[in-house]
């Protein structure tokens, strides 16, 4: 028999076990599976080095995606990690927004070596300290976090991904990369990361909103050693991704926390309006609402709860507005083809080809075979022997 916490009944304990399930279910719905599907393959087919883009608006799911990433290739990497059981299959961290303006580039190494266990972190070598800090086994005796600089933790994370080899480094809300005061280029921010991408030999994967659109095309050599990926939300504008999305309302329903008499099948267009076709910020609101329920004594959802917790009208304005302009940023038009094009030549360079190449052989020009009266046909006359006529 199994025990119950004290002022808590069974059913008490039962509720509260499928409201902690609703919170971990996570849907495996096809623009997650096919957002997983290519970074895995772009980390497999990109060489040492490389840098991944992953962006899509907000709460389209693009943290949940990234778990799913790291499971594959933790998964994947399992016999290696068998035979070196220092290796690391995926380094992952969630870049954290600065106080100040500035992105703390030191914090962040901390952070990542923290990810990875380094030992003895707030104890790295200090360059500058002189010799007579040594203890008298030889040892250093270390120097506090605050002590060392950025340059030499970041020597110390990269020599720690040298020896733990992962298969990518994953850095998710990325766009917090971006943060900086007017003083420093965001082209510099960039030179770090493709820096520890080359020095480490190491495919990096930023992953973030479409304020990542900041860092393409800063050079070309960011260009070549780049692959963008698109994580779309669901839109009206296709017929499919409508089907789609009442598919995910459907699945949401019978894992809620009640009895199931809501129907939330019957209004997905109110559904589809204040989450803007992105399962995340789907999964968040009917948390919340799931809550607001079980805290006010209610039975099952209702309309009016569903509307006390939605996003307002303006904030899903706002994030729609983004999404729209990060979607026409990331389409790839005839007008950026063509002018590639102009600028390449071609478009002058075909047509001449191709008429080159329609263009019928030279005949050699007609001989005029008719002669004035009296005049022999060119020929060459015997040599070296008499004619019979004048025999």
Known sequence: MTATAPGRSPDTDTLAKRVERFRSFTMAHPRLIEARDELLNAIEASSPGSLILVLGPTGVGKTTMRRKVEESLSAKLIPSMEEDPGRLPVLSIEAVAPDNG????????????????????DYKLNACRSSAERAANGRYTGCPRGDATGYQLQQSFENAIRYRRPAAVIIDEAQHLARMTCGRKLSDQLDVIKSIASRTQTVQVLIGTYELLAFRNLSGQLSRRSVDLHFLRYRTEEQADI?????????????????????LCGIW??????????????????????????????ADLTRRVLEKSALTAS????ILAEAREGELRMVENGAAQSRLRQLLNLEAALPLTAHEN??????APLRNNRNKPGMRDPKRDPVGKRSEAYA
């Open 315 to 318: 904030q899903c304005e706002k």
């Open 102 to 121: 500035n992105f703390h580039w030191r914090d962040h190494f901390h952070r990542m070596l923290a990810q990875m266990r380094e030992p003895l972190i």
């Open 358 to 363: 329609l263009r019928p052989p030279e005949a």
């Open 243 to 263: 089907e789609v999305f009442k598919n995910i309302v459907f699945t949401f329903q019978p894992q809620l926390p009640f009895g199931g008499g809501f129907d």
């Open 269 to 298: 267009d109110f559904l589809y309006e204040r989450s803007l076709g992105c399962v995340g910020v789907l999964k968040d609101w009917l948390m919340r609402a799931v809550v607001t329920t079980l805290r006010s004594g209610g």
